[in-house]
């Protein structure tokens, strides 16, 4: 069986944003199935070394409120 065979498909989680901090950075940031993420240079990483270029951080977001249950409330 040939490696592409082997594979397993590739799903679409999310498309990343591109961004610019005000000191110059760049990142990518995005959100998919209630998390938010971002993907920064790896700053400590240094030539020659076996880190990883970028770093991934996830944050989980707070559920989103039930419109009609806000507007129930509301009265």
Do not use: C
Not at 59 to 75: I, S
Request: hydrophobic share 25%.
């Amino acid at each position: 069986m040939s490696e592409q065979q082997q594979r397993q498909p590739r799903v679409k989680m999310s498309g990343p944003w591109a961004d610019t901090t005000k000191d110059g950075t760049k990142y990518l940031s995005g959100s998919s199935g209630g998390q938010k993420w971002s993907i920064w240079p790896n700053s400590y990483k240094t030539e020659g070394d076996n880190n990883p270029t970028h770093i991934l951080y996830i944050e989980n977001l707070p559920p989103k409120e039930d419109k009609k249950a806000a507007d129930h409330d509301a009265f």
